[in-house]
């Protein structure tokens, strides 16, 4: 499903104007995305949680120059959906 489908999606359910729907779907992206910049964890109850993981630093292999490199500390976005809603996806 892609941002167009959920727009549409939305705007059929509630029959608000695709403009709108359009706007509300990206604010919210941007709240998001700005919020995990700022190191702060999302919560949405019953659909899941968009947080930040800390990767350590560890040594990997360049195996096409057989040498080893340094892969430093750094953090990733993920999603942890709630228990509920993995439960239905199962």
Known sequence: ???????????????AEKVMVQAVVEAFMESVKNSMINNEPVFLRGFGSFIIKKRAKKVAR???????????EHNIPAFKPAKSFAAKVK
């Open 62 to 72: 360049n195996i096409s120059k057989n040498t080893t490199i340094t892969i430093p």
């Open 1 to 15: 499903m892609t941002k167009a489908d959920i727009v549409s999606e939305v705007a059929k359910q509630t029959g």
